[in-house]
């Protein structure tokens, strides 16, 4: 066998690892088949040896970028040590879980294995109700999950997972600084997130909060909803449309539980806006899972960031469910993000670097991540229908849908110069 056919395959196991439904490939030759191959057909040895080294360099990228997020989701749980704890699938509300929609035999169950009824809701704005239950002395959450699996095989339940933003910003919240104030106007365009600040930018601002010290301005939530409303200097998608916001972070440590979230997707379904955005990224969630769903059956279309873990994580959710609106973030020359993370399906890109967003503080701020292309496709939807903005979306990339940009770029110039005033 010719020396050249074991690298020939090393490339081409590393070109399906990295291409198949990951922004890495675009660090790929995407050129003429001649800038990979010489005249006669064959890989070229200086060509090889520069491509191989790209994919060695991405997969330690994506390695470093998977290593980090761990980092970040212990180092979270254990600065809250008597709140949270580290689940198989991540982070959660310590010793809390959730019945989704449970039958009373469910819960008769699990009260005679020594689980708690800690809370129990029907969910504000969608036929859904929740039972949070305590898990019994000495139970870590994953080894209840276990249990109830099995003393309850036709109950589903779930951790309270947290959910966590997907964009560089500062502090989750901040202290002294004012909230936007606004309502009367209905709204058609919703977001999960954080609390917003005043800003000049921002008009008509309605928030209702759903944990502990909520709403409570965030450097996050003010920078989304200035890229999906905001006015001059911002360049946003809908400028000065009305606003409807659930801070489901606030002040509280647990903040971006699942429970939150379903509240959230309940009070903004009764208020019946057309569109949510949610530039956060969790595990699969059941009770997540079914709040979006009954959100979805409504008419509403949810739309969601694909996150900023890379490709080596996995799958973002609420982006990967099914029905949801998946988005990923480009940069100043429509690139695709090299952190962005991946989902089950991709739908749209939008900008996510190079471009500007309202301060919690007053100005403008520099914002990365796939977080802030979100607000841009869903206050965008908010004003034409899906198949509009399919129809809109420039295609990047290898021509038609694919992995890397989905069906194309929206709102490739809702872009605010960094730097302006």
Known sequence: MSPKRPLRAMLLGALALFGAGT???????????????????????????????????????????????????QRLVRANGDLLEMTVLGPAVKGEIVAVDPEPAVIDAALDAGFEIVSEERIEGLHLRSVTLAVPRGFSVDRAMALLTRIAPGGEFAPNHLHL???????????????????????RIGIIDGG??????????????FVAGAPAPSAHGTAVASLAVGRSPMRSAAPGEPLLVADVYG???????????????????????KVIGMSLVGPPNPLVAKAIGQAMARGIHVVAAVGNDGPAAPPAFPASYKGVVAVTGVDG??????????????????????????????????????SYAVPLVAARLARASLDAIASE???????????????????????TPIGKK
């Not at 917003?196 to 909060?209: F, I, K």
């Not at 002040?251 to 806006?273: S, T």
Request: charge should be positive; include cysteine; charged fraction near 20%.
């Open 165 to 187: 933003q997907s964009g560089r910003a500062a502090a989750i919240m901040l202290a002294g600084a004012a909230a936007a104030q606004g309502g009367g106007a209905p709204a």
């Open 23 to 73: 922004a890495w490939a675009q660090l790929l030759p995407q050129g003429p088949v001649g800038g990979v191959l010489d005249g006669l057909g064959r890989i070229g040895s200086e060509a090889l040896g520069t491509t191989l080294r790209m994919v060695e360099g991405t997969a330690r990228t994506a390695k470093a970028l998977a290593n980090a997020r761990l980092d970040r989701l």
């Open 393 to 415: 979306a420039r295609d990047l990339g290898p021509k038609g849908p694919d992995t890397i940009y989905g069906r194309g770029l929206v709102c490739g110039a809702c872009r």
């Open 251 to 273: 002040r509280d440590p647990k903040g971006g539980n699942a429970v939150a979230i379903a509240r959230a997707l309940g009070f903004l379904a009764d208020r019946r806006v």
């Open 333 to 370: 020359r429509d690139r695709a993000l090299v952190e962005a993370g991946r989902s089950l399906h991709l739908d749209f890109a939008a900008p996510g670097a190079d471009l500007a967003a309202a301060s919690a503080r007053g100005g403008l701020v520099p914002v990365r991540g796939t």
């Open 196 to 209: 917003v600040a005043a800003h000049p930018s921002l008009g008509n601002v309605e928030q209702r909060g």
